[in-house]
């Protein structure tokens, strides 16, 4: 497989790759994006976002526990956004580990509470709805 990478701008890559229905070669461009990162000490503003739209992609194609670890990765060069931990939070419970998917949104819930991110917020509330009807 060969994988275009516009080094300049890899989200948009591989946006249109997946809406070509590339959705392994868009997760590969990221990929090659974060890798290109990984070195670095100080990893770049963009890196949490690479890492939480090839979360997505891995999301959408399935693959759950690969999901994870970008999220894990979105989580470690995300300056106190909650939006990882809720992604994060979210695959967990769908792959079976309660205690871990608690945690992550209370994580998140406290981010959200500490920066006053009221859209974070409601997505805290709408998960723990969700999980309590499925538990219901």
């Not at 959408?60 to 670890?69: E, I, K, P, T, V």
């Not at 894990?72 to 871990?100: H, K, M, Y």
């Not at 006053?116 to 999980?131: G, P």
Request: hydrophobic content about 45%; some cysteine; proline content about 4%.
């Amino acid at each position: 497989m060969t994988v275009i990478v516009n080094a300049e701008n890899p989200l948009r890559t591989a946006s249109e790759l997946a809406q070509a229905g590339r959705t392994a070669e868009a997760i590969a461009c990221l990929e090659a994006a974060l890798a290109r990162t990984r070195p670095n000490k100080e990893r770049p503003a963009n890196a949490s976002l690479l890492a939480r739209t090839a979360g997505l992609h891995c999301e959408a194609a399935g693959s759950l526990s690969r999901a994870a670890l970008y999220y894990e990765e979105a989580i470690a060069t995300a300056d106190g956004d909650p939006l990882p931990l809720l992604a994060l939070a979210s695959v967990r419970w769908r792959s079976g580990e309660a205690d871990s998917a608690r945690s992550c949104l209370a994580r998140a819930e406290a981010l959200a509470r500490s920066s006053s991110d009221a859209d974070a917020l409601k997505m805290v509330v709408n998960l723990r709805a969700e999980w309590a009807s499925e538990d219901g």
